[in-house]
């Protein structure tokens, strides 16, 4: 007794001896401002350290100085917030100034966070103009706030209230007031260090500098890489700013590259003796392409989307078609990618940034130079992802939302089935004798959890509503799981599986709406006639990215064999043309291309995206984080190269990296402005 007694009155003595360390000096002032700004980088950093990387830079000083570099951004980027706050500003605008700083940290840090967990990736500030888009995951968002989450923001936020508690005015003589200069300085020598000059970028022959500090830095085209090489603070100037001044980025020497990548592509489609047999195959037909919105591979079936299954198997199907994300709206780079041949660039806000861009060689445009009409129909309202402006950009007519059609309460269960249930919406797709409409579904958009339009979807499709139960499905899982070391269900307790297997049937749900959708507008086009004289082209957008456990989406992607995430549904239909199975990879920036031979459309050498039905197109995708794909080899940083394989591989290399670095001097360089 007399020994707890003993160890407790010590504890009792340790104790108050820091607590009087403390009291009355000004370390806990700086520890909890200090906290406050260092908590969310680390977090951030913490949820991208085991993301490949490479810190061979050769030198053995320069690889040290690549892993040093983060930390030193963010203690500098620390050190002149709190100079200036603390002993320049006067204390009450030396707090708010904090204050504001430390909230923006937290208010990316909680952001980041739940975008990283939903999507596995962080986003861009530049993301910031699409906010209103983001606001339709509202409803799905406390999925992804983790209990870590809870305990970094409680650790942080309460750092920076105790900060401001005890925030206190130091003084420190004017003469002195010098040394908040040498926190700039230091950043911008760090950041000269870390740029690499674009003579260095012309002269390097190493495909993965895209894992390199260097370039990572340089580029800013990888936001995860981004933050770990230079920090929070260093990432969040440097993404406001990169921007503004990247297209002045390109050069005379950069627009003469395209200008070659063009005349070489011209000469050789001009040498060709013959095109290929599918060459004008559908030429002065109508066309009605449709951009299904999530609807992914294991969402097909003759149960769910019957109309869609058939159509796929009756047409020519692309079954190795790949929708890689770039940029940060993945519904609007797909979107983007169909119409112009080309990716969204860096930036996540393409849909603010490029919408007043030249494209003369859109899809819209060549079609309307064939006499065509040019036609966008989507959900949503235009200001959504700007497309008040970039469908004129692309080329087209008219806009015309769905919205606008509907009364309130209808637009709210955001169904499309709703729209060819009245003849206006199908009179404007074909009102002209010869028509290019393109529709962006909308039904299957998450979120998957209960909301107004899953329950009215369980009404309208009674035979779907949990049409599998908790059992079928992870015993269904659980075979699958069989096949991949990658997929994992032992940890999920029975209260997960019930969750999944709901989120599985309301997707399936919303699929049947999308597949509905279909179905009345190939009624209609049977009734008028026009089917025979119309072409289908239906791709998806991208994986079901917004189902909550994407172990859960990878394992459903097995069900139809080994496959990537990203691959999604891609066919063409016109009725009494043969059925045609493509096993040739594709990726988003071959459809263009492609629609072009079909349709016998004029040719442009410029696009970086094949015909898939061009013999000498072997086939290959592309994925953001720059790796690819040609259907027997995936390339990535652990591809083993050897002697009989290092000629094809260098060589798909160079084809990889020409078509990112035409597509960005294009986009981001306003290539066809310069030219016109």
């Given at each position: 007794m007399n020994l707890f007694k003993d160890k407790t009155e010590k504890g009792?003595?340790?104790?108050?001896?820091?607590?009087?360390?403390?009291?009355?000096?000004?370390?806990?002032?700086?520890?909890?401002?200090?906290?406050?700004?260092?908590?969310?980088?680390?977090?951030?950093?913490?949820?991208?350290?085991?993301?490949?990387?490479?810190?061979?830079?050769?030198?053995?000083?320069?690889?040290?100085?690549?892993?040093?570099?983060?930390?030193?951004?963010?203690?500098?980027?620390?050190?002149?917030?709190?100079?200036?706050?603390?002993?320049?500003?006067?204390?009450?605008?030396?707090?708010?100034?904090?204050?504001?700083?430390?909230?923006?940290?937290?208010?990316?840090?909680?952001?980041?966070?739940?975008?990283?967990?939903?999507?596995?990736?962080?986003?861009?500030?530049?993301?910031?103009?699409?906010?209103?888009?983001?606001?339709?995951?509202?409803?799905?968002?406390?999925?992804?706030?983790?209990?870590?989450?809870?305990?970094?923001?409680?650790?942080?936020?309460?750092?920076?209230?105790?900060?401001?508690?005890?925030?206190?005015?130091?003084?420190?003589?004017?003469?002195?007031?010098?040394?908040?200069?040498?926190?700039?300085?230091?950043?911008?020598?760090?950041?000269?260090?870390?740029?690499?000059?674009?003579?260095?970028?012309?002269?390097?022959?190493?495909?993965?500098?895209?894992?390199?500090?260097?370039?990572?830095?340089?580029?800013?085209?990888?936001?995860?890489?981004?933050?770990?090489?230079?920090?929070?603070?260093?990432?969040?100037?440097?993404?406001?700013?990169?921007?503004?001044?990247?297209?002045?980025?390109?050069?005379?020497?950069?627009?003469?590259?395209?200008?070659?990548?063009?005349?070489?592509?011209?000469?050789?489609?001009?040498?060709?003796?013959?095109?290929?047999?599918?060459?004008?195959?559908?030429?002065?037909?109508?066309?009605?392409?449709?951009?299904?919105?999530?609807?992914?591979?294991?969402?097909?079936?003759?149960?769910?989307?019957?109309?869609?299954?058939r159509l796929m198997n009756q047409g020519i199907n692309f079954e190795n078609?790949?929708?890689?994300?770039?940029?940060?709206?993945?519904?609007?780079?797909?979107?983007?990618?169909?119409?112009?041949?080309?990716?969204?660039?860096?930036?996540?806000?393409?849909?603010?940034?490029?919408?007043?861009?030249?494209?003369?060689?859109?899809?819209?445009?060549?079609?309307?130079?064939?006499?065509?009409?040019?036609?966008?129909?989507?959900?949503?309202?235009?200001?959504?992802?700007?497309?008040?402006?970039?469908?004129?950009?692309?080329?087209?007519?008219?806009?015309?939302?769905?919205?606008?059609?509907?009364?309130?309460?209808?637009?709210?269960?955001?169904?499309?089935?709703?729209?060819?249930?009245?003849?206006?919406?199908?009179?404007?797709?074909?009102?002209?004798?010869?028509f290019f409409d393109f529709i962006i579904t909308y039904s299957a958009h998450?979120?998957?959890?209960?909301?107004?339009?899953?329950?009215?979807?369980?009404?309208?499709?009674?035979?779907?509503?949990?049409?599998?139960?908790?059992?079928?499905?992870?015993?269904?899982?659980?075979?699958?799981?069989?096949?991949?070391?990658?997929?994992?269900?032992?940890?999920?307790?029975?209260?997960?599986?019930?969750?999944?297997?709901?989120?599985?049937?309301?997707?399936?749900?919303?699929?049947?709406?999308?597949?509905?959708?279909?179905?009345?507008?190939?009624?209609?086009?049977?009734?008028?006639?026009?089917?025979?004289?119309?072409?289908?082209?239906?791709?998806?957008?991208?994986?079901?990215?917004?189902?909550?456990?994407?172990?859960?989406?990878?394992?459903?992607?097995?069900?139809?064999?080994?496959?990537?995430?990203?691959?999604?549904?891609?066919?063409?239909?016109?009725?009494?043309?043969?059925?045609?199975?493509?096993?040739?990879?594709?990726?988003?920036?071959?459809?263009?291309?492609?629609?072009?031979?079909?349709?016998?459309?004029?040719?442009?050498?410029?696009?970086?995206?094949?015909?898939?039905?061009?013999?000498?197109?072997?086939?290959?995708?592309?994925?953001?984080?720059?790796?690819?794909?040609?259907?027997?080899?995936?390339?990535?940083?652990?591809?083993?190269?050897?002697?009989?394989?290092?000629?094809?591989?260098?060589?798909?290399?160079?084809?990889?990296?020409?078509?990112?670095?035409?597509?960005?001097?294009?986009?981001?360089?306003?290539?066809?402005?310069?030219?016109?």
């Amino acid at each position: 007794m007399n020994l707890f007694k003993d160890k407790t009155e010590k504890g009792k003595r340790i104790f108050n001896k820091f607590r009087e360390l403390f009291r009355g000096t000004r370390l806990w002032f700086f520890f909890f401002s200090f906290l406050a700004l260092l908590i969310p980088d680390l977090v951030l950093k913490s949820k991208v350290i085991f993301v490949d990387f490479r810190v061979d830079e050769g030198w053995w000083l320069r690889a040290f100085l690549c892993n040093i570099v983060p930390v030193l951004f963010t203690l500098l980027w620390i050190g002149l917030v709190l100079f200036v706050c603390i002993y320049m500003l006067p204390k009450r605008s030396g707090r708010i100034v904090f204050i504001i700083i430390a909230s923006l940290a937290n208010i990316l840090m909680i952001s980041e966070f739940i975008y990283y967990t939903m999507f596995g990736r962080f986003f861009m500030l530049s993301s910031i103009f699409l906010a209103t888009e983001g606001a339709a995951y509202a409803p799905i968002l406390y999925q992804y706030v983790s209990p870590w989450l809870i305990l970094y923001s409680i650790l942080s936020i309460g750092s920076l209230v105790l900060a401001c508690k005890k925030w206190q005015k130091q003084t420190v003589p004017k003469k002195f007031w010098y040394i908040a200069i040498a926190f700039p300085v230091l950043i911008a020598i760090l950041s000269a260090y870390m740029t690499v000059s674009e003579a260095e970028k012309n002269n390097t022959k190493i495909w993965s500098t895209w894992k390199r500090p260097r370039y990572v830095y340089s580029d800013m085209a990888d936001p995860d890489r981004c933050i770990r090489v230079m920090g929070i603070y260093q990432f969040m100037v440097r993404s406001a700013t990169y921007p503004i001044f990247s297209d002045s980025g390109f050069a005379d020497e950069d627009y003469e590259k395209v200008d070659e990548y063009v005349k070489t592509n011209e000469d050789l489609f001009s040498k060709k003796p013959t095109n290929n047999k599918m060459t004008g195959y559908f030429k002065d037909k109508n066309v009605i392409a449709i951009m299904l919105e999530s609807i992914d591979d294991w969402m097909i079936s003759p149960e769910t989307t019957p109309t869609i299954y058939r159509l796929m198997n009756q047409g020519i199907n692309f079954e190795n078609h790949i929708a890689s994300p770039f940029g940060g709206g993945y519904t609007f780079n797909s979107e983007f990618a169909f119409n112009t041949g080309y990716y969204t660039p860096k930036s996540s806000s393409s849909a603010s940034i490029y919408g007043y861009n030249h494209f003369p060689y859109t899809l819209p445009n060549l079609f309307r130079e064939k006499g065509y009409s040019a036609n966008q129909f989507h959900y949503n309202k235009m200001e959504f992802y700007n497309r008040a402006t970039m469908h004129k950009a692309f080329g087209y007519e008219n806009y015309i939302s769905f919205m606008d059609y509907m009364k309130e309460a209808e637009a709210e269960l955001d169904s499309n089935t709703m729209l060819l249930e009245d003849e206006a919406v199908y009179k404007k797709m074909t009102e002209n004798e010869k028509f290019f409409d393109f529709i962006i579904t909308y039904s299957a958009h998450l979120p998957y959890n209960a909301d107004d339009k899953i329950e009215a979807a369980k009404l309208k499709y009674p035979s779907l509503v949990d049409r599998t139960s908790v059992a079928e499905f992870k015993s269904m899982m659980q075979r699958i799981d069989s096949q991949s070391v990658e997929i994992d269900y032992s940890l999920y307790d029975d209260a997960k599986w019930e969750s999944l297997t709901r989120e599985y049937n309301n997707a399936r749900l919303l699929a049947k709406d999308t597949d509905e959708f279909v179905r009345l507008l190939v009624e209609k086009l049977e009734r008028d006639g026009l089917m025979k004289d119309t072409v289908l082209v239906v791709f998806a957008d991208h994986y079901t990215y917004g189902y909550s456990d994407e172990t859960i989406v990878k394992g459903l992607s097995l069900l139809g064999g080994e496959r990537f995430i990203e691959e999604t549904p891609f066919f063409i239909y016109h009725k009494g043309s043969p059925k045609m199975r493509v096993t040739k990879v594709s990726s988003t920036k071959d459809i263009l291309p492609t629609m072009i031979n079909l349709f016998g459309l004029d040719w442009f050498g410029g696009y970086i995206g094949d015909d898939i039905f061009d013999d000498n197109n072997k086939g290959f995708a592309y994925f953001s984080n720059m790796t690819w794909y040609d259907g027997k080899i995936y390339r990535d940083d652990t591809l083993a190269v050897t002697e009989e394989n290092r000629e094809y591989i260098e060589e798909i290399d160079k084809k990889m990296m020409d078509c990112v670095n035409i597509n960005d001097i294009i986009v981001a360089g306003d290539y066809f402005a310069r030219q016109k």
